[in-house]
């Protein structure tokens, strides 16, 4: 049976011609709106939340399919859980946990290497404004704000800056390092 490919996904003949249909049907009807659609029954509102990487995630799909949709947000979850797994600073087992304890990580999967070089050419275009190694300096504000209620003393934060600078990581083909022990990184 013939499969094509959609959004970089492998979906029957059947599938495709109803989700073509379905976006005819809607323009036909001169752009019968989402709330409209799901007033009229056609289709049905799946929602879900998960925390994930420290944060909440929800993820809402009108599909006329619950099932297409519960799939939809199952793989997008999982997703999720396995970049989860290369790039949380809240996950110790994680690469970049690793990259922050070591310094350095050898083997660097795509993914940590193309953030961290993405992130790296936004610190470039941003003067520096944008800079993933603000690490150190966030964990400073946040042990001082939660021993005793202050912001860290001017001495303390310029101590801290000299662990902040883009331009001290270093991406090669399958390595990170950062040069400047101490640096910390957050994605």
Same mark, same amino acid.
């Given at each position: ?10 979906? +029957? ?6 989700? %073509? &249909?379905?976006? &005819?049907?809607?323009?036909? #009807?001169? @752009? ?19 925390? #994930? ?5 929800? *993820? ?7 099932? =297409? $949709? ?7 979850? $999982?997703? *999720?859980?396995? /970049? +989860? /797994? ?9 690469? =970049?946990?690793?990259? %922050? ?11 940590? =290497? ?13 003067? @520096?404004?944008?800079?993933?190694? !603000?690490?150190?300096?966030? %964990? =400073? ?15 303390? *934060?310029? $101590?801290?800056?000299?662990?902040? %600078? ?9 390595? !990170? ?11």
């Amino acid at each position: 049976k013939p499969r094509l490919r959609f959004m970089g996904r492998q979906m +029957s003949r059947r599938d495709f011609v109803r989700i %073509n &249909a379905l976006g &005819a049907g809607v323009l036909a #009807l001169g @752009g019968f709106g989402i709330k409209e659609l799901l007033n009229s029954s056609l289709a049905k509102e799946v929602s879900e939340t998960r925390k #994930l990487l420290g944060t909440f995630f929800t *993820i809402k799909l009108i599909e006329t399919e619950e099932y =297409l $949709a519960k799939t939809a947000i199952g793989d997008t979850f $999982a997703e *999720i859980e396995r /970049l +989860s /797994l290369l790039l949380s600073r809240f996950d110790q087992s994680s690469e =970049l946990s690793l990259l %922050n304890r070591s310094g350095m990580i050898e083997a660097a999967s795509p993914e940590l =290497l193309g953030v961290v070089q993405k992130a790296k050419n936004f610190s470039d275009l941003t003067g @520096g404004a944008f800079d993933i190694s !603000i690490l150190p300096l966030l %964990n =400073l504000y946040a042990d001082c704000f939660a021993e005793g209620g202050s912001p860290p003393s001017e001495k303390s *934060i310029d $101590a801290c800056k000299e662990l902040v %600078n883009y331009r001290n990581i270093e991406v090669t083909d399958h390595r !990170i390092q950062l040069r400047t022990p101490g640096m910390l990184l957050t994605l």
